[in-house]
């Protein structure tokens, strides 16, 4: 069994930063990817951004050159660090984990993919 916990979030002003932490309990499957996905009300969960066993980094869209995620896997921790944090930021933010095969596969962007869930934090930008 696999638990994990994030933290770090709150509220904060646009043009803000925060950082979310994931740790990761139990039995994590080995070469596993972690990643960082949201969910606003009313809307579907949104992938966010991952990074596999190798440290090769992907990320959403929306959030590509203002959000940088990172990994120990000594610890098996995640952290997500946001810059310049927009009104349409605001979510719960779950931390995930799984495995998609060796060390350097990419991960999945897609929610139903993954294996492992955190309960989430709740991010709140006021504009």
């Known amino acids: 069994q696999v638990q994990l916990v994030e933290s770090g979030g709150g509220l904060v002003q646009a043009g803000d930063s925060l950082r979310l932490s994931c740790s990761c309990s139990g039995r994590p499957e080995s070469a596993n990817a972690m990643g960082w996905f949201r969910q606003a009300p009313v809307k579907e969960r949104e992938f966010v951004a991952a990074i596999n066993w190798a440290h090769t980094t992907y990320y959403g869209d929306s959030v590509k050159g203002r959000f940088t995620i990172y990994r120990d896997n000594t610890k098996n921790t995640s952290a997500l660090q946001m810059n310049n944090l927009r009104p349409e930021d605001a979510a719960v933010h779950y931390c995930?984990?799984?495995?998609?095969?060796?060390?350097?596969?990419?991960?999945?962007?897609?929610?139903?993919?993954?294996?492992?869930w955190g309960q989430g934090t709740q991010v709140t930008v006021s504009s």
């Open positions: 995930a984990t799984s495995r998609f095969g060796s060390k350097r596969a990419i991960p999945s962007r897609d929610p139903e993919a993954w294996r492992y």
